[in-house]
């Protein structure tokens, strides 16, 4: 008898296929968002696996506040290049305008660059499905979050009408207008994409491990200067430090730890070894309780 | 808090040889399990324990935790590990959890995915879903209490959605002073019980979630119990997938894969068994055979795939395969049927309607079904039969199903994914049901389609026309009638071989059995539908002048014709405009309370939103809509 027994990765590798094919076989016209992260990294690379020899019959899409890591610029268009995807990049036309940035506009630089720019761009192209990377794991009020999340056609989440989801039967069917956020990889944890990477030699931004870089302290916040928007105060210079990133966004707000991993297995093992969780370094989540859950309902992802 | 050994004997072999610790983390097995109990059992805090006793929690979060717990927490100034779990802001307000959340942990041996679901009644929905993709059913019971309606509850529907592991975790046994006899008496109970309802196994174990006892090392405080602890105990438990692969290999289509003409790959995950190069299989419903070629993937081609895996197929033969169908094992086909007795969990706000179409979803095939008036409803707490022409939100039923055309299945004793469906309503597109298929029924097996050898275009050549339905929906007083017979007149002046089907006609015979329900109403709409369908394969253009109030019944008409035969013609009339008409007097008596179910009054009209034609007789006379009916038909 061939018998084998299949390993969690394996299962879950399984799983997010089926999701991406089922998405594929009854959406109009879909999207997957690729923030460059190591979340989307493994989205992307499922895709590849779910539809090869075909690449991903869908285009990627970045929503870009135009204040990422240099570096994350780099691997996003080698990534879609590598694909064989088309690549939408955009960019909030009144963000653009009013230059709205992290250091002067606080939170209202997530809402229009983000929550704004995304139901912007939803629109513009028309997207009915939209695939995401979010996990269960990462916050209590992601737990309870479907796996096809269904939005208003003015892309509000409404946590009492959300479809049940039995079996592998996912209920793909809408009114014109509403749209799905589809989350393949709901059910993987942090250790998982990190085993995952670290399997299947998927290539990550560099900033995930450690090197030498120019940083400064705010509010506790180890932040790195990635260029010379960054306003530093006078007489201040950037201090080397040796870091690296558990989580990436726009570098203004995403804080780095002090670390001297510089391989895969170095940065598995401080991860596990780590006593804080992986949001902390956002400075997103300080907020409020519920802040994610209050930010979902208004359209951020 | 009594001290545990850690579950993680592995921090040491993280920090000193991170690549062995690796090696080993990436051969665990995924196991997934549910926990069911009511809301005082101790479930939130029994899983807020596994996730802190195997390290899940970090220190902001428990720091975090600690302040919360003195804040809002029930366990005084100890830690309340509830609160890790509770998730939306709405819910850790009410203190209760209100949906299903899936929670994710690992020891040594594996990863697991808990799928936490509330006790409360009114939510039997968020159970069975966080049933139906669980290895096994963690039931709780509260010690002081014993075995509750609630268990008896859980324990069914566990058992209903096929989960074959279950332990009874009897809870809070420092509350009872880790008393054998308590724990013994209710073990002895549950027995009893869970015989009645076909439970055969289950593995009881007493624990404290609290205090941390038989959670993941046995226990001090029950010396007693000889038993594994609950956490070795998940460890070790078969796994279902591996059962799954020593069954014939099963696959539905889910997307066909034609990147250029040169290739034709099948993707799907396979239902069980397993698949090689070489073998023999066959295309259901289609019954066309060839054999596998290639296990195309990324990284090569493969010689073995297994149950549980995501793969790409290609065969040896061009055969027709598409979305929905089955690729299964030549030798070792599925049956093939249209009708069916099933389970159903009704989960939707709306009641089951008997005799309207829904969307059924069974593997990766979407097909129109309707749904029988229930043979019984069953008590969830007593397992009670009782009668019911209905199923509403958290009701449980046995129905027959009808789909529109055969499709390949499985017993979901067999197979959950072959055996188990969701039903969608047509309009809203909310799944409002899921079913678990028991067998194909009889007739459906007997009952062959008989050919004929003079067809419907022979009938239709004959009668030098095209056959229609058209198709006249309004309110009652509307002038569909009135309209309707000059359509026919005129179309009988033109040679045409035509025939009025009226809504009042038809009530004095062949539906004069049906009243003005919803379900009556239907059924009356499915058999005008059915008359007219075997009319144009008479070769007839049939006039039909029936209120039909409900789009999804005439979607399902429109369904049962061949494409473009079907002319739904909307006769709009404002409901003041036809109530002050009244022609027969039926607004009157509906308005005075006499008549019920009267659409426009107590019943409503679901106007068509995309009909062939709109008739506004507020601007049209009949004989003007006649004329416009008829060039819509006849351009």
Request: hydrophobic fraction near 40%.
């Amino acid at each position: 008898m061939d018998q084998k027994s299949l390993t969690h990765l394996q299962r879950l590798e399984a799983e997010s296929i089926q999701i991406l094919r089922e998405v594929v076989a009854e959406a109009e016209n879909p999207v997957m968002l690729y923030s460059v992260g190591k979340d989307s990294a493994v989205m992307l690379h499922l895709a590849k696996k779910a539809f090869y020899p075909a690449p991903p019959p869908f285009p990627l899409l970045h929503v870009d506040t135009t204040w990422k890591f240099r570096d994350m610029y780099a691997l996003r268009d080698k990534a879609a290049r590598d694909a064989g995807m088309e690549l939408l990049v955009y960019q909030n036309p009144e963000a653009v305008e009013k230059g709205i940035n992290p250091f002067d506009h606080g939170s209202v630089h997530t809402d229009m660059w983000k929550t704004e720019g995304l139901k912007q761009a939803l629109d513009k192209y028309g997207f009915d499905v939209a695939f995401g990377g979010a996990r269960r794991d990462e916050e209590k009020s992601r737990a309870k979050e479907r796996v096809f999340s269904f939005r208003s056609a003015n892309h509000r989440w409404d946590p009492k009408n959300q479809r049940p989801e039995l079996w592998r039967l996912y209920n793909a069917r809408k009114s014109k207008g509403e749209s799905v956020r589809v989350f393949p990889i709901s059910n993987w944890t942090e250790l998982d994409i990190w085993q995952y990477i670290h399997l299947e030699g998927i290539e990550i931004v560099p900033l995930y491990f450690s090197a030498p870089r120019p940083t400064v302290e705010r509010d506790g916040l180890i932040l790195m200067v990635d260029d010379e928007r960054f306003p530093l105060a006078e007489g201040e210079t950037p201090v080397m430090r040796s870091v690296r990133f558990r989580t990436l966004g726009c570098y203004p707000l995403t804080g780095a730890v002090e670390s001297e991993a510089k391989t895969l297995p170095e940065v598995i093992q401080e991860m596990l070894l780590t006593t804080t969780s992986e949001r902390q370094g956002r400075a997103i989540d300080h907020d409020q309780a519920a802040s994610m859950e209050k930010k979902k309902q208004e359209g951020y992802f | 808090m009594t001290t545990q050994e850690p579950i993680y004997k592995t921090d040491a072999l993280i920090a000193e040889n991170i690549d062995a610790y690796l090696e080993a983390h990436q051969h665990k097995t995924m196991l997934r399990f549910i926990t069911c109990g009511s809301v005082d059992d101790g479930k939130s805090t029994l899983i807020g324990r596994l996730l802190y006793d195997s390290k899940m929690i970090f220190e902001d979060q428990l720091a975090a935790l600690e302040a919360d717990s003195k804040r809002v927490g029930t366990q005084g100034q100890e830690i309340d590990f509830a609160l890790l779990v509770d998730g939306l802001a709405a819910e850790r307000e009410q203190g209760i959890t209100i949906d299903v959340a899936y929670r994710f942990f690992a020891t040594e041996k594996r990863k697991f995915i808990v799928a936490d679901t509330p006790g409360h009644e009114q939510y039997t929905r968020n159970m069975v879903t966080g049933a139906s993709t669980a290895d096994v059913a963690v039931i709780l019971i509260d010690a002081r209490k014993g075995v509750l309606t609630q268990t008896r509850r859980h324990s069914y529907l566990v058992h209903l959605l096929g989960i074959r592991h279950i332990v009874l975790a009897v809870n809070k046994m420092d509350l009872v002073g880790y008393d054998q006899a308590t724990f013994d008496k209710i073990v002895e109970e549950y027995t009893e019980f869970a015989r009645s309802i076909g439970i055969t196994e289950f593995t009881a174990m007493p624990i404290s979630g609290f205090k941390g006892d038989n959670i993941t090392a046995s226990s001090e405080n029950t010396p007693w119990y000889t038993g594994p602890a609950l956490l070795p105990h998940l460890e070790t438990v078969e796994l279902d997938s591996a059962a799954d692969q020593a069954k014939p290999f099963r696959m539905s289509v889910q997307w066909v894969n034609r990147p250029n003409l040169d290739f034709r790959g099948f993707a799907g995950l396979i239902a069980s068994g397993t698949v090689r190069p070489g073998d023999s299989i066959r295309v259901l419903p289609s019954g066309k055979t060839s054999s596998i070629a290639r296990i195309v993937s990324l990284e090569g081609d493969r010689d073995l795939a297994v149950a549980g895996e995501s793969v790409t197929l290609t065969f040896a033969d061009e055969i027709d395969c598409s979305r929905g169908q089955v690729i299964v094992a030549a030798q070792a086909p599925l049956e093939v049927a249209d009708q069916f007795e099933s389970t159903l969990v009704w989960m939707d706000e709306n009641e089951l309607v008997p005799g309207r179409a829904y969307w059924l979803k069974v593997g990766t095939q979407t097909v129109s079904a309707t749904v029988h008036a229930p043979k019984y409803e069953v008590n969830v707490n007593t397992q009670e039969h009782l009668a019911s022409k209905t199923l509403d939100l958290n009701a449980i039923g046995v129905a027959n199903i009808t789909t529109d055309r055969e499709i390949p299945f499985a017993p979901y004793d067999e197979n959950r994914d072959l055996g188990g469906f969701i039903l969608i309503d047509k309009i809203s597109n909310r799944t409002v049901a899921a079913g678990m298929i028991h067998f194909a029924l009889r007739r459906a097996q007997n009952i062959h389609w008989q050919a004929t050898d003079i067809g419907r275009e022979h009938h239709a050549n004959m009668k030098h026309q095209k056959p229609a339905v058209l198709w006249l929906t309004g309110l009652s007083g509307s002038g569909k009638s009135t309209i309707a017979n000059i359509v026919e007149k005129k179309l009988a002046r033109m040679n045409r071989h035509t025939f009025l089907l009226d809504g009042d006609n038809v009530r004095h015979g062949l539906n004069k059995d049906l009243g003005f329900t919803e379900a009556d109403r239907i059924e009356n709409i499915r058999r005008v539908g059915e008359v007219a369908k075997l009319m144009t394969d008479a070769g007839l253009i049939v006039i039909t002048a029936f209120i039909s109030p409900f789009r999804s019944e005439r979607d399902m008409v429109r369904g049962m014709m061949q494409p473009g035969e079907f002319v739904e013609v909307f006769v709009d009339t404002p409901l003041s405009v036809a109530e002050s008409r009244d022609v027969k007097g039926l607004y009157a008596k509906a308005r005075s309370g006499q008549l019920k179910n009267f659409t426009g009054i107590d019943s409503p009209y679901e106007a068509p939103e995309a009909p062939e034609l709109r008739i506004d007789t507020t601007e049209m006379t009949p004989e003007e809509a006649a004329d416009a009916i008829i060039a819509r038909l006849i351009p």
